[in-house]
């Protein structure tokens, strides 16, 4: 089983839409979760962190975890198509991302 | 505002041929990071380093080696070039905020092996 796992893409949401990412991971001693947007071509850019359980918002975006379940997602409110890139997982510990999903928003 | 450089940022090479692949960072961080990433594989961790004068393997380190010359820089080491190892290579460094390690990454090096 791979540390971290997201949903498998593409995903496809329209403009001003929810677009919602998930992601689960192995290590239940895992204590830091990272959220990375990825353009193409270019390298990974942090979006936000958590390390709480329940929901942490900046700006359009909120980040959720569930520990007792190993799961952390990412919404994406009012979909713009500047959205539109790769979204990257990623656990503390060794730092192990996920194969990440990659979000078009249609104009 | 460098932050992380990586050099250079594109190379070719014949299989069986080294190289190594330069990384500095002007931002003070202890910690510093190889990453390849892959289609369709996300990032994977070849090496880091927690502080000067230590390294550690990660998830993918057969066939590279890495040197810590100092806080500033952190380089990878080919010594062998093979196919497999075509890739988007990614610098990062990290200094611990409350909560997290945040990584920051350079732009990247694109190595293709003939």
């Known amino acids: 089983q791979k540390e971290v796992e997201q949903n498998s893409g593409p995903l496809s949401v329209p403009e001003g839409a929810i677009a919602s990412l998930n992601c689960t991971y192995s290590?239940?001693?895992?204590?830091?979760f990272f959220w990375y947007r990825q353009y193409s071509g270019k390298s990974p850019e942090l979006i936000m962190f958590i390390y709480s359980n329940g929901d942490k918002e900046d700006g359009r975006f909120t980040a959720q975890l569930n520990k007792a379940s190993q799961y952390v997602s990412l919404l994406i409110r009012d979909s713009q198509p500047s959205d539109s890139a790769t979204y990257l997982c990623a656990v503390k510990g060794r730092l192990s991302f996920g194969a990440g999903t990659t979000v078009t928003v249609r104009a | 505002n460098a932050g992380v450089t990586q050099t250079p940022k594109f190379q070719v090479l014949k299989t069986g041929q080294s190289m190594t692949l330069q990384c500095a960072q002007d931002m003070n961080h202890n910690s510093m990071y190889w990453y390849r990433q892959d289609p369709g594989m996300g990032l994977r961790l070849i090496y880091y380093s927690a502080s000067e004068g230590t390294t550690d393997k990660g998830e993918v380190p057969n066939g590279y080696n890495v040197s810590r010359l100092n806080k500033r820089e952190f380089s990878l080491r080919l010594e062998s070039a093979a196919p497999s190892q075509t890739s988007v290579y990614f610098c990062a460094s990290s200094s611990p905020t409350p909560g997290a390690n945040v990584l920051t990454f350079g732009a990247g090096s694109r190595l293709t092996v003939l």
């Open positions: 290590d239940r001693g895992s204590q830091s």
